[in-house]
Every structure is written in C-alpha cells, then in structure tokens.
C-alpha cells in the first residue's frame, strides 16, 4: 500500500528523537509499503531545526520518505505555538493535491496531538479515494482542560473540540493506545465498527547504544561507587509527569542511601530546581537532555526507574506511557505513581504501583525496593522485559495494525 502519514511532531532522526509513528513506518517498509511522512519545520520535539529554501523540504532515510512543511518557529506554550499549530494544517491544505499526485496515498493516517489535521487529511483521503485513520494517542482537548486547567469554553478548546468531532465523525478507521477509550469516543461521533486498540511498542532491532555524556557518566559512577540507590528517570519535565511529588519524597528519603537523577528538560524544570534548592536537597540531581539511543546506557546505571501521573478522571480512559516502554525494555524495576484503568507495571509485575501524587507512599515503595536483594530486583525487571518483548514488539504491533486497516479496506 502507499501510506501517507500527516503528523506535526514527526521528522528524520537527524532531526527529531525516534517516535511510535517513526517505528511503524520503519516495520511497513520492510514489509513492501510506500511509506510517506508530513510534518512541520519547527516544534518542541526537534532538537535540530532542518534549514531549507521554499515551502517544503524531501528527506530520503531507512526507507521513509519524509516531506517537511515550513511552519513558524515558537517558544514555551505562547501565542507562537497555537500560531504553529495553526500554521501547519493549513500547510497541508496547501500541498494537498500535490501529495494526492505524487504519492497517491490508499491510506491517510492523521497523527497528530492536536486534532486540526484531520481537516485537510479527510479532504486528501477523499480525494484520492484513500482509507482515512485517526490515530488517538491523547485525549485533545480533555488533556487541555484536566492537565492544562483550560475552562472548556475557552475559544482553543472548542476549535480543538470541534476539530476531534469532526476527526470522530469523519474517521473510516480509529485506531488508539487508549485500551478503554471506545465508550468517549462513540459519544463524540464514533460509529461502531470503527475502533481498534494497538498500544505503544518498543524496537527489538539490534541499535548501536549511544556512549554517555561525560557529565551523566561521571554522576552516575560516583553515586554506584558509594553505594548509592539511584532512582533514575529520563524524558519530560513538564506538570504532567507529576515530578514535584517525587521531590517531596526525596525530602522523606533525604537521610536515606538514595539519589534521584532526572534526565531530561520542559517547562517545569527551572521550577522544580528551585524546589530543591529551597528544600536543600542534596540526593536530587538534573541533567540535560541525552539522545535516545543513549538512554538504554543510562538506565544500566539505576537501580530502578519512576513514572507518575496525576490524579485525573481522563485516565479513566487509559494512558499510553511511551517512557514506561523503555524502562520495561531496560529490564529496570519501575516505581508507578498511577490510578488508570490500565497499569502495565501492577499486570506485568515489573514494579510497584501506588496511589498517584503522594509522597509518603512513593517513599514506602522506594524502602521496599531498597530492602530487596540484587537477585530479586532483577526478577522483578526481567518480568517487564519479558511482557514488553512478548506483547509490544513494534514489528507484532505494525502488522496488527495494517491487519486492522486491511479488514476495513475489505
């Protein structure tokens, strides 16, 4: 088939960390499918911002064809990155029939976080005759509202709210990482029939694993010397992934045999930092940023691993953690601050689950990991290497994916 793929936040590796969408395509290549990518110039997932002259810019890589739209750049979460947003559909409106001719997509999957690029997706899809698959990964807007505290008759929501009707409405396929998700998207539009459920994966091939920067190497090294517990954590630091709460619990554990290291940059990092100092710890430590194929090398190095969640009625819903994956991969024990209807550490028993945003129980959960033997640690992440390589190996899930489509196009 020739599959075009409209995602905002998607571009080649030289420019952007590797995403789901990225390793589905990596699989659907290697099974014979024409593979085309449309993504913007400028958003917060790249690390390197491609330069070219014109509208548009064609990248070549893995099999992949990547076509990059120019949209404006933006900072922080301002006015500049809703004109981004903005821009970019209307980048895809432009190209449309231009897509249509050249690649002559059978099937048009819409990716995005946002829901506005199902506007000009279902009028490419219908144009070339094509299948039209949304993929849901996030709740938009409901993420706007629980998590970002937006009213919902704020303008943005409803522009966002009417777009995922719209997308629900339209959509001959969905496909999500939302096991329980079915019920919210029928009373936005969903017909039966339509829904399927492919959860995040992880990639078996064989990578070459990145050398540490100096300065995480160093930290860590120092810390296993001494004996140190390390309580490792690598991605985001944005208000979603609940990381004020393990600094009071960093707080409890102050006088205790433990370090936190915390990888990664975001909003709400220069907060938190200023948390610590105010609180005067000295076992919680940031670094930069590393690129992923770094971080199986930085998870060597923890003892265990942390995810969280708010406390939020959207994850009633389920959630879809991309990081959970790796720390799975790594064979790491995870400490899971969560309350959803799913939790692939408690299902898997790679961990311990607590209540989300409390302190007292995540420190319970680090003593008790603290108080486990090497060996029985060991078992405990092996358990999750074992459920991810058996049940979320992306090139399984690309073929249950194209499987779904395939019975709908039939």
Not at 326 to 331: I, K, P, R, V
């Amino acid at each position: 088939m020739n599959i075009l793929i409209i995602n905002h936040y998607i571009g080649p590796d030289e420019y952007c960390p590797t995403f789901r969408t990225t390793y589905l395509a990596q699989e659907w290549t290697k099974l014979g499918h024409d593979v085309t990518i449309v993504g913007a110039s400028n958003s917060h997932s790249f690390f390197k911002y491609p330069r070219f002259s014109g509208s548009y810019s064609v990248h070549l890589e893995k099999g992949i064809r990547y076509v990059i739209l120019k949209t404006p750049r933006y900072e922080g979460n301002g006015v500049g990155r809703l004109v981004n947003i903005l821009a970019f559909p209307l980048q895809v409106w432009r190209w449309q029939k231009w897509f249509a001719d050249s690649f002559k997509p059978e099937v048009v999957i819409a990716g995005s976080a946002h829901t506005l690029d199902c506007f000009p997706a279902v009028r490419l899809a219908r144009r070339c005759g094509a299948l039209f698959v949304r993929e849901v990964r996030d709740l938009w807007p409901l993420t706007l509202t629980e998590l970002g505290g937006f009213s919902e008759w704020h303008p943005v929501v409803m522009c966002f709210r009417s777009a995922e009707n719209f997308s629900y409405r339209n959509a001959d396929m969905i496909i999500t990482t939302l096991p329980n998700s079915l019920e919210y998207m029928r009373a936005h539009g969903l017909e039966n029939g339509k829904w399927a459920y492919i959860p995040q994966g992880v990639d078996l091939n064989t990578l070459e694993e990145g050398e540490l920067p100096e300065l995480h190497h160093k930290l860590l090294e120092r810390l296993n010397k001494k004996g140190i517990f390390v309580i490792g954590y690598t991605g985001s630091i944005g208000v979603a992934n609940c990381l004020d709460t393990l600094l009071e619990s960093a707080k409890v554990l102050r006088d205790m045999p433990v370090a936190f290291v915390l990888v990664g940059d975001g909003p709400e990092k220069d907060k938190l930092q200023k948390r610590v100092n105010q609180l005067g710890l000295k076992n919680v430590f940031f670094l930069p940023r590393i690129p992923r194929n770094c971080i199986p090398g930085f998870l060597s190095k923890v003892s265990a691993t942390f995810i969280a969640w708010k406390r939020r009625p959207m994850y009633r819903y389920g959630i879809s953690p991309n990081k959970l994956m790796e720390y799975m991969l790594a064979g790491k024990p995870v400490i899971h601050a969560v309350q959803a209807s799913n939790d692939l550490v408690a299902t898997s028993g790679c961990g311990i689950s607590v209540p989300p945003e409390n302190p007292a129980a995540i420190a319970d959960a680090i003593r008790d990991m603290m108080s486990m033997t090497p060996h029985a640690l060991a078992k405990m992440g092996n358990r999750g290497r074992e459920y991810v390589i058996r049940y979320h190996d992306y090139g399984k899930l690309a073929v249950q994916y194209l499987t779904a489509i395939e019975e709908k196009r039939n």
